[in-house]
């Protein structure tokens, strides 16, 4: 009987194995990303004031190079009123504009600069939340607002742009997001990258996307005292996920955002900042730590084209000490460290 289930275990290999090549034969070839990987990497510096103070602006972009950065990633704002909304447009707040003087500004200091379009709700809805009343006419609005986006992106001599991202419900539109990418494809020459949460891979059109895109959020350990071992097993874990999903589809891998907030949830929790913090005290450390295990699970990858670190936004405000924040901190050697081994 052994032999007999053995043979069957080899044949049944083969056959998945002949399947998954003919399924990887029939996808569209992805777009190549051509630049080198150290110009792939680096920080989102996030501007969340409506007027761009110049001097200040390009004190964030020295101390982003100063860290061996040579990407930086610039969020490009688009709002609609509330997460039931079905029209994606400009925000008041945010004008286009202000987006084109930080990448102008940015590029004046030796960056290359891509953008990350996300779209916002006056009272802080998350966008893997939206449910539009008209979901048709959402994507209309959607494809209008993100065929812009990819027009300065074009014409600021961007190598890839973010086409969507954490659209955790609206991923589910399988129809419209190929309509949607088909249709920014046509004015933007370069890779475009779908990123989904990291909780919800399973999407169905990965084959429009030219990388495996991700908001790596995942959690590395439940341990409220993780060791090193417990963030690389998890790091390895979800490593692991990725690469399958790499194989299937024929595609790198994209780590359009990676965080931790500076909190003994960091590990836990990478996603979350609680606000108002009540008695919750800062721990830079494990924020730190878990970035260089990020690094020693990661940096070899060679099918990683690019990592791109949330966030930086401004050390002086009041929750820098608790947030997301990475200048100033000990995660910045950390991150340091990472992209001067990607450049090897």
Not at 20 to 47: C, K, M, N
Not at 267 to 285: E, G, H, M, R
């Amino acid at each position: 009987m052994r032999g007999i289930k053995n043979t069957f275990m080899m044949w049944g290999v083969s056959v998945i194995t002949l399947s998954q090549l003919t399924f990887a034969q029939t996808l569209r070839e992805p777009r190549p990303f051509s630049l080198e990987a150290d110009r792939r990497d680096g920080p989102i510096l996030v501007w969340y004031e409506a007027e761009l103070k110049p001097d200040i602006y390009e004190g964030y972009l020295k101390r982003i190079a100063a860290m061996g950065a040579k990407h930086v990633v610039l969020p490009f704002f688009g709002c609609q009123k509330n997460k039931e909304s079905s029209q994606v447009g400009d925000c008041e707040l945010y004008p286009e504009s202000l987006f084109l003087q930080q990448a102008a500004l940015a590029k004046k200091n030796g960056f290359v600069v891509t953008f990350l379009p996300i779209v916002l709700t006056p009272n802080g809805d998350w966008r893997g939340d939206f449910v539009p009343q008209d979901v048709q006419e959402w994507f209309k609005s959607y494809t209008k607002w993100i065929v812009g986006v990819a027009l300065h992106a074009k014409n600021l001599g961007m190598p890839e742009l973010v086409v969507a991202s954490e659209f955790k419900l609206l991923f589910k539109q399988t129809n419209e997001w190929r309509q949607v990418l088909k249709e920014v494809r046509l004015v933007f020459p370069g890779p475009l990258i779908v990123a989904a949460n990291w909780d919800k891979l399973d999407i169905e059109f990965w084959d429009e996307s030219d990388a495996i895109g991700v908001s790596y959020y995942f959690p590395l350990s439940k341990n409220s005292l993780p060791t090193d071992s417990d963030l690389d097993n998890g790091h390895l874990q979800h490593q692991k996920t990725l690469q399958a999903l790499a194989q299937k589809f024929n595609r790198p891998i994209h780590i359009t955002e990676v965080g931790y907030p500076s909190l003994p949830t960091a590990a836990a929790q990478p996603w979350s900042f609680p606000s108002p913090l009540v008695n919750i005290p800062a721990d830079k450390t494990l924020q730190k730590r878990c970035f260089e295990s990020f690094a020693r699970t990661w940096q070899n990858t060679t099918n990683l084209v690019h990592t791109g670190f949330w966030a930086t936004s401004n050390p002086a405000t009041l929750y820098a000490n608790f947030d997301f924040e990475i200048i100033d901190k000990p995660a910045e050697s950390a991150i340091s460290s990472y992209l001067k081994e990607r450049k090897k």
